[in-house]
């Protein structure tokens, strides 16, 4: 997703004059082609994240669209107080690609995992939360960054991932089904997607399955259109199962004193210390495909 | 303007701020008072700030921002903000907060408060005009203080890499944080030198001395960023308040308010 999203912002950077891409350290082999082509547009601002967040801020507030490319903790965590503050206060239309969302990078370790930066993102008023399931989100997400007056984050997980849509996407802002079906809807973001995707092959009564790729502000009311018919809704992300997706739609349900049954497939909340590679690490907490698929049956049997 | 003249403003601009504090019942008097003969300095000799040539004006951002009442008042003076807009400083449903809301007021340029932000988006938005040929400068002022957070040194090295040399930082060097001096706190000195060995052009002053400061920003070096280290009295000007730690947080209540005007009127 990261070169498909990198290709996408130095097209316009090509075409506009005011796209500028900073990154703190990272970016090898990725960033390459951007900083050839546009050696003045571009910052590596080193290992010193508050002052890449602030020097974003002050770039922006002079009119120009900044993207800020690193590892999540980089873009978030380590610099809340400056996206807090700097951008989203003061909302300057920067755009944090953060990379290796979830536990893409295991067996790094936990200082390397994004397992709560959506759950400290939304936090932030103003800011755009985006979790793109596929190149084709990921490239939508970028365009919506461009035309947008507000800060907005994206959350990516590296390279290679698999297109899933079939279909263009006409609407970032909204969730979107990929496949039809009744009773059961499971809804996902992210590049677990590809787990969601192979735990519908095989099963016996197919579910609904919806991407959300932008989690807040939330499209409800397109949601809803999409949940009709709909007993149990299964949410499916490679985060806490608190304080994600999961926990934005639980809020909703009991906000709106809706009638679905609710089950959040997600990351336990605790800090990780098993040493699996991703797929290892999707089957320990329960987001596999045949965690997933074992789950749509249940929530069929039980419906 | 000549330093007679600065110094009559300044001393108006102190009025006003133990005006809006005691009106206000607010804390950072003595932080406030520190930096309006830098203030005064900046807007009414060194600055291109113009109403009437707004978009071209040159950039101060307030990185220590709870001296916000000094802004405040320089504005006021200034004519960039109107009286009753800064009487209504801190009043319940008022018009300016006791930290920088950059839509707030005209002439907030950014939004600041927690020490160690402005600074570096000062560096940016230098950096912004820079890129565009815009000649406009940015000038910031920060903390002694405000210089224990990491990234003010994370921005000293930045800076000069990137030739800002439209780039003043000015640093109130008063002596006196929250609950400390910075010289006992931690190895705070030499200043200068410690901003020369990261690339700058460093200068120290009588943070007080019209002469010192209108000297220290005139020029610049080129390719290089420059500091200007204002060595200053904390609460300057009303001699109770002066080099007096409570004075960060003390109000001023109708009484001291007299008091302090005796002063600040002679």
């Given at each position: ?21 900073i ?17 003045e ?11 890449m ?37 003061q ?89 039809e ?53 299964i ?33 336990k909340?605790?800090f ?21 698929k ?10 | 303007?000549?330093s ?9 601009i ?23 003969d ?20 040159d ?5 220590k921002?709870h001296a ?14 109107s ?6 400083y801190m ?5 300016l ?69 439209n ?21 705070f ?55 007096e ?5 003390f ?16």
């Amino acid at each position: 997703m990261r070169n498909s999203v990198i290709k996408r912002i130095a097209k316009e950077a090509g075409k506009k004059k005011d796209i500028f891409l900073i990154t703190g350290d990272a970016g090898f082999g990725v960033l390459d082609k951007y900083k050839k082509l546009f050696p003045e547009r571009f910052l590596n601002l080193g290992v010193a994240e508050q002052n890449m967040i602030g020097i974003a801020a002050g770039l922006g507030l002079t009119g120009f669209k900044v993207f800020v490319y690193n590892i999540v903790p980089f873009v978030l965590y380590r610099c809340y107080e400056q996206v807090r503050n700097d951008i989203c206060y003061q909302n300057v239309p920067v755009t944090l690609i953060g990379i290796g969302s979830g536990v893409t990078y295991s067996p790094q370790g936990v200082t390397h995992y994004s397992v709560e930066d959506i759950a400290l993102a939304r936090t932030l008023p103003n800011l755009v939360i985006f979790s793109p399931s596929d190149p084709i989100e990921a490239v939508k997400c970028v365009e919506y960054a461009l035309s947008s007056k507000d800060p907005v984050y994206i959350r990516i997980a590296k390279s290679g991932e698999p297109v899933i849509h079939n279909r263009k996407v006409k609407d970032i802002r909204s969730p979107v089904v990929l496949n039809e079906g009744e009773g059961v809807a499971v809804l996902f973001h992210g590049s677990v997607s590809t787990e969601v995707i192979s735990a519908l092959e095989g099963v016996r009564r197919r579910p609904k399955a919806i991407s959300v790729p932008m989690l807040q502000p939330m499209d409800f009311d397109s949601l809803g259109r999409k949940l009709k018919d709909i007993h149990t809704i299964i949410t499916v992300e490679e985060h806490f199962s608190e304080g994600g997706l999961g926990s934005i739609i639980a809020e909703w349900i009991a906000g709106r004193g809706l009638d679905y049954r609710l089950i959040k497939l997600g990351i336990k909340n605790e800090f990780i210390h098993e040493i699996k590679n991703n797929a290892g690490m999707r089957s320990h907490y329960g987001i596999s495909s045949e965690a997933i698929k074992e789950t749509i049956g249940r929530a069929y049997e039980n419906g | 303007m000549d330093s007679y003249k600065l110094q009559d403003t300044a001393k108006k601009i102190r009025r006003l701020i133990i005006e809006i504090a005691c009106r206000s019942r607010s804390a950072h008097v003595g932080s406030s008072l520190s930096c309006v003969d830098i203030l005064t300095t900046l807007y009414f000799h060194a600055m291109n700030i113009d109403k009437r040539d707004w978009k071209n004006r040159d950039i101060f951002v307030l990185s220590k921002a709870h001296a916000a009442m000094a802004l405040y008042a320089t504005l006021a003076c200034k004519g960039v903000i109107s009286k009753k807009k800064l009487f209504g400083y801190m009043q319940d449903d008022g018009t300016l907060p006791a930290h920088l809301d950059r839509f707030t007021a005209q002439g907030i340029e950014v939004s600041a408060g927690s020490l160690g932000h402005g600074f570096n988006i000062a560096i940016g938005m230098a950096y912004g005009y820079k890129l565009r040929g815009d000649g406009r400068r940015v000038f910031t002022l920060i903390g002694d203080g405000e210089s224990e957070e990491g990234s003010i040194w994370e921005g000293a090295l930045f800076a000069s890499r990137l030739k800002l040399d439209n780039l003043t930082v000015i640093m109130d060097r008063n002596d006196l944080q929250g609950y400390g001096r910075p010289s006992e706190l931690c190895y705070f000195e030499p200043m200068e030198d410690k901003w020369k060995a990261f690339g700058w052009k460093a200068l120290r002053v009588d943070g007080h001395s019209f002469i010192e400061l209108k000297g220290a920003l005139k020029g610049r070096e080129k390719g290089k960023p420059k500091v200007i280290i204002a060595d200053t009295t904390k609460g300057k000007g009303v001699p109770f308040m002066e080099d007096e730690m409570k004075w960060h947080y003390f109000i001023v209540t109708d009484d001291l308010r007299e008091e302090a005007m005796r002063y600040l009127c002679r």
